[in-house]
Nanobody, 123 residues
Framework: QVQLVESGGGLAQPGGSLRLSCAAS????????MSWARHVSGKGLEWVSG????????YYVDSVKGRFTISRDNAKNTMYLQMSDLKPEDTGLYLC????????????????WGKGTMVTVFS
């Protein structure tokens, strides 16, 4: 069965950085696009970033462009989200998700989810 386990969350000051990881198992990771989403207080569940199966196509929500970088290492069955210049509004539960074959740039195409890792940005 599909299993997605996030890690790397924690407390950061505004302007700081965190690197999230998503360890995947139970499916052929290299054949699937993946996404990060977050549950932010007052906004609900929000799609953040997506990456296709080989890393050639990448998308971000406008609010994180220039600050977050999504990547993946298919040999390690792991996806990453490097977060820089963190802002208080980035605080939330960050979730790793597996995409279907047609949509990894919104919540609509995501069909399996991890439990999340908490990111808190506070000074």
């Amino acid at each position: 069965q599909v299993q997605l386990v996030e890690s790397g969350g924690g407390l950061a000051q505004p302007g700081g950085s965190l690197r999230l990881s998503c360890a995947a198992s139970g499916f052929t990771f290299s054949k699937y696009a993946m996404s990060w989403a977050r549950h932010v207080s007052g906004k609900g569940l929000e799609w953040v970033s997506g990456i296709d199966s080989d890393g050639n196509a990448i998308y971000y929500v406008d609010s994180v462009k220039g600050r977050f970088t999504i990547s993946r290492d298919n040999a390690k069955n792991t996806m990453y989200l490097q977060m820089s210049d963190l802002k208080p509004e980035d605080t939330g539960l960050y979730l790793c998700a597996k995409s279907n074959y047609t949509n990894y740039a919104s919540l609509d195409g995501l069909d399996d989810w991890g439990k999340g890792t908490m990111v808190t940005v506070f000074s």
